[in-house]
C-alpha cells in the first residue's frame, strides 16, 4: 500500500521532531538517481511505503551503494498510527518530548529534480522549521 498524505506527515514531522533529517525521495526517479541521492545526502536510514514498486525501486537502489549498509524501514500506515475507535477513550495522552536539536544541523534536504548531472542537494537547517513555526504563531 502507498502511504496516504496523513501518515506520511506525520512520520515526517515526528522525524524532525526527535532532531533527525528528512529528506523526502520523489517516487518518480529511478534507481540510479536515487543511489546518487542517497550517497551524496550520507542517508543512514530509509523509511519506504510497503507498495511493491516502493520497495523495488529501493532495493535496486541500496544495491548499486558500495561500502555501506543502508538500513531500511517499512513505513507505517495510518492504522498503524491511528486507531478508530466507535468511542474513543477519554485520556490525556502527553506529548513525547522534543529532542534538543541543534539548530544549524540541517532539518530537512531537498533535492533538485532535472537532468542527472544537474542533481543539487538543498539543505536547510532545522531553526527555519522553528522561525517560521513561530511566526505563524504570533500572527495569530
Not at 496523513?6 to 523526502?24: K, N, Q, S
Not at 536515487?34 to 510497503?50: F, G, Q, R, W, Y
Not at 538500513?71 to 522534543?98: G, K, Y
Amino acid at each position: 500500500h502507498r502511504t496516504d498524505t496523513i501518515t506520511y506527515f506525520c512520520l515526517l514531522v515526528g522525524i524532525l521532531r526527535m532532531g533527525w533529517t528528512v529528506f523526502p525521495l520523489s517516487p518518480r526517479n529511478n534507481a540510479e538517481v536515487v543511489t546518487e541521492l542517497l550517497e551524496k545526502s550520507n542517508a543512514m536510514h530509509i523509511i519506504v511505503s510497503s507498495d511493491s514498486s516502493m520497495q523495488n525501486l529501493a532495493k535496486a537502489s541500496l544495491k548499486s551503494i558500495e561500502g555501506r549498509d543502508i538500513p531500511t524501514l517499512t513505513a507505517p500506515n495510518f492504522r498503524d498510527l491511528f486507531t478508530v475507535e466507535e468511542e474513543p477513550a477519554q485520556q490525556d495522552i502527553d506529548s513525547p518530548p522534543t529532542a534538543i536539536l541543534d539548530l544549524d544541523a540541517p532539518g530537512a534536504i531537498l533535492h533538485s529534480s532535472g537532468p542527472h548531472r544537474l542533481l543539487r542537494l538543498l539543505s536547510f537547517p532545522s531553526k527555519c522549521n522553528y522561525l517560521k513555526e513561530r511566526r505563524v504563531t504570533r500572527n495569530q
